[in-house]
């Protein structure tokens, strides 16, 4: 799942555009480093944080 796609999943971000500014503007970090690529793919056990919350990615 890309990192925009598994903001908007997880009702962080209300659509693809919000996900794109907080994304670019350096507000997500992806196990630990700030992430600004929107189209990161992310795997199963990685830490997204976002607003001080910490979301782990499970496999579905």
């Known amino acids: 799942m890309k ?6 999943f997880q009702g962080l ?3 693809g555009g919000h996900a794109k500014v907080l994304i670019q503007g ?3 970090e992806v196990n630990g480093i700030v992430e ?3 189209g990161r ?5 990685d ?3 976002v607003f001080g919350q ?3 990615v499970e496999v579905d």
């Open 54 to 56: 910490t979301l782990t």
């Open 13 to 15: 971000a209300m659509t």
């Open 3 to 8: 990192l925009d796609q598994f903001l908007k």
């Open 36 to 38: 600004t690529r929107r």
């Open 26 to 28: 350096g507000a997500v």
């Open 41 to 45: 793919q992310l795997q199963p056990g």
């Open 47 to 49: 830490q997204v944080s």
